[in-house]
Structure formats: structure tokens, C-alpha cells
């Protein structure tokens, strides 16, 4: 009998955002006060404008 409560529960979306914000936590924890923001964009994956 097949369930249909069986799902996947991954949403790839997700997992990312979870990563970068585990990442700005670490950082921040590791830093001895706010973050400069081109270190944030750097965690982020944010480019810089040309």
C-alpha cells in the first residue's frame, strides 16, 4: 500500500538560506563587533556594482 504521506521534505531553496544564515551567525559570533557590510556581501555571494 502505497502512503501519500510519504513525501520528500527537501526544499533546495531553503537548505541555501539556511547555510548563508548559519554563516553570518558564525561570523558574527566570531567577531568582536558588526560585521562590515562588504564582509556580509562576501558571506552572502553578493557582487559588488561595476
Do not use: H, N
Amino acid at each position: 500500500m502505497v502512503d501519500p504521506f510519504d513525501v520528500a521534505l527537501e526544499d533546495a531553496d531553503l537548505l541555501v538560506e539556511v547555510e548563508m544564515t548559519t554563516s553570518l551567525i558564525i561570523a558574527a559570533s566570531a567577531s568582536d563587533g558588526p560585521l562590515p557590510l562588504d564582509e556580509i556581501d562576501k558571506i552572502l555571494g553578493v557582487r559588488q556594482a561595476s
